[in-house]
């Protein structure tokens, strides 16, 4: 089961990080930030009252209110990291945030067998060949450097918090819901100070843009939601040191989507990666 769940969680992130990048070529970064936060707030909220979820509240919702806070902003630097470059060189770094949920897991007990450690090994890999990593050529200044560990950072640690944040599916619910509403105050605000610096809220043909991509924002925020939600279930259901690193082939994903819908060539070196992310998965799968 952890696995499988895991595996789902890869799967959602891989599509909501497509279809966020997708969007972001027609609409400001933090606006679909925003508005596809928002709306999964107003499903999770929908969920919370037919499912009598509030009434599980406690400390450790605490642990979702940090995730909400330390995603929003691992995300803005990793647009902001993307946008110094180069990507062949931000992209892999920033599937490093998997050591986190890994380091957590092997702190709390877990010992994984010797066919669980090469399958990580392998799938660590495996991702981060899959992110075309630039082996030459590539200036790197250093700030894009230090903003993509910072992403990764808080991209792994938005793994470990939601993994506490509740010990039942319904307590899941309530987390996710308190998680995404930071989300919106977190972004929220700073899209107000970017615009109030001179930046955008709404893109090139104003309102009606975001009206008509409103299902796709809606897709990209409640397929985020939903891969929060099944990473808790796999790393309280199994080893977090596999679950992490399962959910962690979401830039595999990500990549075989851009191939098969944007018809984007895989250069060698991603599909080298992809092949070495499938082994790793066999490997922590069988074990």
């Known amino acids: 089961m ?126 981060t060949l899959a992110g075309g990593p630039e082996l030459r050529g590539a200036p790197v200044q250093r700030q894009a450097v230090l903003l993509t560990l910072f992403a990764a950072f808080g991209f792994g640690s938005v793994m470990a918090l939601i993994a506490e944040s509740s010990t039942t599916v319904t307590g899941l619910f309530l987390a996710l819901l308190v998680q995404r509403v930071t989300n919106v105050l977190v972004g929220g605000g700073a899209l107000y100070v970017s615009v109030r610096r001179g930046g955008r809220a709404l893109p090139d043909g104003g309102p009606a843009v975001i009206r008509a991509a409103l299902p796709a924002l809606a897709f990209v925020g409640l397929a985020d939601v939903a891969a929060n939600g099944t990473y808790a279930i796999a790393a309280q259901q199994g080893p977090v040191v596999v679950a992490a690193v399962l959910a962690s082939l979401y830039p595999v994903i990500t990549a075989l989507a851009a191939f098969a819908v944007l018809k984007e060539r895989l250069r060698p070196v991603q599909a080298a990666g992809a092949a070495l992310a499938l082994g790793g998965t066999v490997l922590l799968a069988a074990a």
């Open 2 to 127: 952890t696995a499988l769940f895991a595996l789902a969680t890869a799967l959602l992130w891989g599509l909501a990080d497509f279809g966020g990048g997708l969007l972001t070529r027609r609409i400001p970064a933090l606006t679909v930030v925003v508005v596809s936060q928002t709306l999964a707030v107003l499903v999770l909220g929908t969920l919370v009252l037919a499912t009598g979820a509030w009434t599980e509240a406690g400390p450790q919702l605490w642990y979702a209110v940090g995730a909400g806070v330390v995603g929003p902003a691992a995300m803005l630097a990793f647009y902001k990291a993307l946008a110094l470059g180069p990507m062949g060189v931000v992209s892999p770094l920033g599937s490093l945030g998997v050591v986190v949920p890994v380091s957590v897991g092997l702190i709390l007990g877990d010992r994984p067998g010797l066919l669980q450690l090469a399958g990580v090994v392998v799938a660590i890999a495996g991702v």
